[in-house]
């Protein structure tokens, strides 16, 4: 029988640096931040943080914070 993957969907906050990179954190996740030169670069590495994080996480029992989606109106 094939293992079961669960896969979440994390909101990553992506910031230009002053040197041109990309400063990336995911706000659900306390502390998870990565870094790249490029965009596509960031991306990849907050994949492999978030990767880290959830694995840690489960290690020591720490929870996965709930996530909830706001929705506000802007004029």
């Known amino acids: 029988m094939a293992k079961r993957e ?9 910031e230009t640096d002053e040197d041109g990179g990309f400063h990336v954190h995911v706000p659900a996740l306390k ?3 990565s870094w790249g030169a490029t965009r596509a670069e960031a ?3 907050i994949k492999e943080a978030i990767e880290l994080w959830l694995e840690s996480a489960k290690e020591l029992g720490i ?7 706001v929705q506000v109106a802007t004029e």
Not at 6 to 14: I, S
Not at 63 to 69: A, H, L, Q
Request: net charge negative; charged share 25%.
């Open 6 to 14: 669960l896969v979440q969907t994390f909101e990553a906050v992506f």
């Open 43 to 45: 991306r990849a590495h």
């Open 63 to 69: 929870p996965i914070p709930d996530r909830e989606s």
């Open 31 to 33: 502390g998870c931040h």
